[in-house]
Each structure stands twice: as structure tokens, then as C-alpha cells.
């Protein structure tokens, strides 16, 4: 008995753990810095290992963890920012090495896109094009009504869809999903 529940125990380690890639990619899409990213990502994993059994459901897990992770965002600007003109703190249009030039203009060119939304369509449009999450999984992280979260999303891709020029061959394709020009970067 006792060794199940250490096994389940470090399986949900592992899996809060393993969870990295995806809250890093939300992360860096709300704040714009990779350093800072990478400090939020791991304040999050850290809370979320130390408190794992406050998680009643673990089908929720990653809507959780984005809780966790908007938490010390929103941490983060408490103690850093002026509470005014916080959409108007736009993230870098820095990016890491990338293969090509081609590659690189494209994500910078979406990059800059998602940074000029106002930080509540860029925190809905990450969580749920980059994320993965539901609406209503978003609506629970964000602690936020679930039309809220679908207005807040069509906002943000309707922004984008104007932002962008959208004649490179990945957004034609993509039509404002995020995810599906990442996957492919």
C-alpha cells in the first residue's frame, strides 16, 4: 500500500515535472522575456511539486498549473511593475537561434503580434492556441467566466488575423491557430 503511493506520488512528480515545454511556451508568450519565462516556469513547477496534494482531480492538472503559473506571473508584476499602463509593458521581439531566416522573421512577426494584444487576449490566446487548454479549463486558470474567455479569444485572433500579413504559407494555413504555427517553427 505504502509503496503504491509512493509510486503514484513520484509519477505525478514526474508528470508536473515533464510539464516544462508546455508552460514555458505560455509563459514566454505572456511576459516576452526567456529569463523571466524560465523563473515563472520554475516557480510553478516548484509550487506546483510542493503542494501536488492540494490537487483533488488529476484530470485538471494543467489547468492547475497555468493557475499556478498566472499566479506568479501576476507575482511578478505586483513586485516589479506599476500597476498602471500594464498593457502597455510589451514583451521583447527577441527569440532564441532558430535554423533560418525565414523561420526567424516569421516568429518574430507572430511574436510581435501576440505581444501587442492587450495581456488579457494574449494570456487566452496562449493558453488555449499554445496551451492546449480548453475554454473551460482556461476560464478555471484564469479564474475568469467562460464567455469571458471566449470573447477575450475571438478578440485576440481577430487582432491577429489584422496584425499579421498573412501571406506567408504557414498563417494561410493556420488562420489565426497559434499552435499550428509553432508546430511548425
Not at 525565414?102 to 492556441?129: N, Y
Not at 464567455?147 to 475571438?154: A, D, E
Not at 487582432?159 to 506567408?168: E, W
Request: include cysteine; charge should be neutral; charged fraction near 30%.
Amino acid at each position: 500500500m505504502i509503496r503504491n503511493m509512493i509510486c503514484a506520488d513520484h509519477a505525478q512528480i514526474k508528470i508536473i515535472a515533464d510539464s516544462r515545454d508546455r508552460l514555458y511556451r505560455v509563459a514566454l508568450s505572456w511576459c516576452g522575456d526567456e529569463m523571466l519565462a524560465d523563473d515563472l516556469v520554475q516557480e510553478a513547477i516548484e509550487t506546483g511539486i510542493r503542494k501536488r496534494r492540494q490537487l483533488r482531480d488529476e484530470s485538471k492538472l494543467f489547468p492547475w498549473l497555468y493557475r499556478i503559473l498566472n499566479n506568479a506571473w501576476y507575482a511578478y508584476l505586483r513586485k516589479n511593475r506599476a500597476h498602471e499602463n500594464l498593457d502597455e509593458d510589451i514583451p521583447s521581439g527577441d527569440i532564441g537561434p532558430c535554423s533560418s531566416y525565414q523561420e526567424l522573421e516569421l516568429v518574430t512577426r507572430v511574436r510581435e503580434a501576440v505581444a501587442s494584444l492587450p495581456k488579457d487576449q494574449r494570456q487566452v490566446v496562449s493558453l488555449v492556441d499554445l496551451g492546449g487548454l480548453s475554454y473551460s479549463e482556461v476560464a478555471e486558470s484564469l479564474e475568469i467566466p467562460m464567455g469571458t474567455v471566449m470573447s477575450r479569444l475571438h478578440r485576440a485572433r481577430k487582432g491577429l488575423l489584422d496584425k499579421l500579413d498573412n501571406t506567408h504559407p504557414v498563417l494561410i494555413e493556420a488562420r489565426g491557430n497559434m499552435r499550428l504555427v509553432s508546430s511548425r517553427l
